[in-house]
């Protein structure tokens, strides 16, 4: 057990390329932190610098209150698991898990009795005198998580596990990952760009773009309180929509119509020429189904609806609309960053199921202007963010904030 | 059915290939059991009418057979060992490193491998004797050197590129140290390639015939291929085919016994399974 400390975490590769640019972070004990971001931002060089694969340009990585910067990875005591697993395919299933107890050169009796608890833990216990070949990829996964735990080593290195499987043994291993770490309460990195994991695995979630660490906080506290349009683009699923709008006189004009909210969140921003307004899908709702007392406190518009795509538990309905270039062309840029490629400007609407609007027709929505985030148009910061925000059930560790 | 068609023109096609490959073995199996004496007959059989030991009892009690062999086994494990062990650490570096002039070296590499051999025997041939290492074990393995390194080179470095070095990342954070890491994961995972490359290069010596021939004159160095062009059979009035034959024979045992012990070997995929397959 060992919380994790990166101060002014630097790293410049030879050619001049900063893969990491100044990020600190503090990991508690036991604490389960994700590095998320879109490919090429730097989470998995970060995650390797900590286990000691890659060298660090400049500042301080302590695991345990020790300075590890010079420390080769085997005496670091860290647990990683790859990618694509690196299981050892000449060895068993057995002693694959066995490999770090081995070169610890554990007694015999020690070896077959850590690797059989694992193994039941991960429920292996079966295959433990296969070979990974004839292995599925679950177990192949299950196997690398073995290697891990028989460790008992002070922290555990994900580094996107789950991007080999199909989405059902996705969604198993999750709450399998999840229920490991509990159990164990081993301190964790995990590195993904699934929004799923990313949400749900967690106690925190660090957001990193182009090597500069964005927001670090709880799911919720990232997704209700974004700090800047990255982070509010990067966490959601499907992402939030970014519209332009103008405040003047405490009346903010939306692609459609004016509103005049009135919580101080939002009037305390004061006039500005262009904004980007923030919504989530979930923002909006089919005006039929808007309960009586809630109409009047919220905005109501007419759109045509594009396309609709009905989920069972959700319907979502695509409303095209019409914005300046100015605009179009930073959230071209941002939607690039997200690895995603918008080819219109249009609205995601998540609707509730029983909604009768359908494609190709006029549809009446609501939304309550109350809930939008305000975006600065030029730096993209969060006009309207609480950053002291806490809610229910964030799972802060005890003298931990990183802002 | 037209895979069922296309699947028995297939078994149809590999059965006329192999009976085309392996009519002038049988052949020559056929051969070295028959009568030296008679095997010239009026109505000729495929198969000897009466098998004789004779053929074999011959070349082994011939000492131009005997030391070609102990020579053709020699050079070819010395040549063999020493390729094999130079190529891995130059199929080492082509496969881990990145450094100015690798290509170049690949490619002058594989020139040399297509060039013509009979151009050097000549100018070898003279040097050899000025050097004072003509018709010796050492002239023979220099130039075999030659042209089996850049085959060795060639093979290993393909199957070290197949080698998820990922692994040796792994087995560090489990805890082990470089050497520990490279003795313990990868040169498992590289012992196939590296024992595939030997067979296939030892193939390549104990072939060899230009070199031997021409480099050669005595039974000191002489090697098989080349010792048996000099056969003459029991007698100067007995024609040598049958013995001929019953030699090659003997020569081409440890090369059909080499590929039967290892093909699983030398086929096994054994990095399948290391990684998402």
Redesign the interface.
């Given at each position: 057990m060992a919380e994790i400390t990166m101060k002014n975490i630097v790293k410049r590769y030879g050619d001049g390329f900063q893969a990491v640019n100044d990020v600190s972070l503090d990991i508690a004990d036991g604490e389960f932190m994700i590095l998320v971001g879109p490919s090429g931002c730097g989470k998995s060089t970060l995650l390797r610098m900590i286990v000691g694969l890659e060298d660090i340009t400049s500042g301080d990585m302590m695991i345990g209150g020790v300075r590890v910067n010079k420390k080769a990875p085997r005496d670091r005591n860290l647990a990683m698991v790859f990618q694509n697993y690196a299981l050892y395919p000449h060895l068993t299933v057995f002693e694959n898990i066995a490999f770090p107890l081995r070169l610890r050169k554990a007694p015999e009796s020690e070896v077959r009795q850590r690797v059989n608890e694992a193994a039941e833990m991960l429920e292996l216990t079966e295959h433990l005198g296969r070979r990974p070949a004839n292995l599925s990829g679950g177990q192949r996964q299950r196997v690398a998580m073995g290697r891990a735990i028989v460790r008992k080593a002070d922290a555990f290195l994900f580094d996107e596990p789950l991007s080999n499987l199909d989405a059902k043994l996705r969604g198993q291993m999750r709450t399998e990952i999840a229920r490991m770490q509990r159990r164990l309460g081993t301190t964790t990195v995990y590195v993904t760009h699934d929004q799923t994991e990313a949400m749900t695995l967690g106690d925190r979630i660090a957001v990193l773009r182009k090597g500069v660490l964005q927001q670090v906080g709880s799911a919720h506290q990232l997704y209700e309180e974004p700090a800047n349009l990255f982070v509010a683009g990067v966490i959601g699923s499907p992402p939030m929509n970014f519209v332009p709008g103008r405040i003047a006189d405490g009346r903010i004009e939306t692609p459609f119509g004016t509103v005049a909210p009135t919580s101080e969140r939002i009037t305390r921003i004061g006039d500005r020429d262009l904004v980007i307004l923030g919504f989530r899908p979930e923002y909006f709702e089919d005006y039929s189904l808007v309960p009586a007392g809630a109409r009047t406190r919220g905005h109501t518009f007419t759109v045509d609806v594009d396309v609709t795509e009905w989920l069972g538990n959700e319907l979502y309905a695509y409303v095209p609309y019409e914005a300046p270039e100015e605009v179009t062309r930073q959230l071209g840029e941002l939607e690039r960053e997200l690895d995603s490629e918008q080819m219109r400007t249009q609205l995601v609407v998540a609707l509730d199921p029983a909604s009768r609007i359908r494609s190709g027709t006029k549809a009446e929505l609501w939304f309550d202007p109350e809930r939008m985030h305000v975006f600065d148009a030029a730096t993209g910061d969060n006009l309207t963010r609480d950053p002291d925000r806490t809610f229910d059930d964030d799972n802060v560790h005890a003298g931990v904030r990183t802002e | 059915m037209v895979g069922q068609r296309a699947s028995r023109w297939w078994t149809t096609g590999g059965l006329l290939i192999l009976v085309w490959a392996l009519f002038p073995l049988l052949w020559m199996v056929s051969l070295s059991f028959k009568d030296p004496n008679t095997f010239r007959s009026q109505t000729p059989t495929f198969f000897p009418s009466k098998w004789v030991w004779t053929n074999y009892q011959t070349v082994f009690s011939d000492a131009l057979f005997t030391s070609a062999l102990r020579n053709s086994i020699g050079i070819s494990l010395i040549a063999t060992l020493l390729s094999v062990v130079i190529a891995m650490f130059a199929a080492y570096a082509i496969a881990r490193m990145d450094y100015p002039g690798k290509k170049f070296l690949l490619s002058m590499a594989l020139a040399i491998a297509m060039f013509p051999q009979a151009a050097l025997v000549g100018p070898l041939f003279n040097m050899w004797r000025s050097l004072g290492i003509y018709d010796t074990w050492i002239g023979l393995i220099i130039p075999d050197l030659t042209f089996a390194l850049p085959l060795s080179i060639w093979t290993m470095s393909a199957f070290f590129r197949q080698i998820?070095w990922?692994?040796e990342?792994?087995?560090?954070?489990?805890?082990?140290?470089a050497w520990?890491a490279f003795r313990?994961?990868i040169v498992?995972?590289a012992a196939p390639g590296v024992f595939t490359t030997a067979i296939l290069t030892f193939f390549f010596c104990w072939n060899e015939f230009l070199l031997a021939i021409s480099l050669t004159s005595t039974n000191r160095a002489r090697t098989v291929p080349a010792a048996l062009s000099f056969f003459t059979g029991a007698s100067q009035f007995q024609s040598p085919i049958t013995a001929i034959m019953a030699a090659s024979v003997v020569v081409t045992i440890p090369v059909v016994l080499l590929v039967l012990a290892f093909q699983r070997r030398i086929m096994a995929g054994?990095?399948?399974?290391?990684?998402?397959?």
């Open positions: - | 998820p990922e692994m990342q792994a087995a560090q954070v489990d805890g082990a140290t520990q313990r994961v498992p995972l054994l990095t399948a399974g290391a990684v998402k397959g």
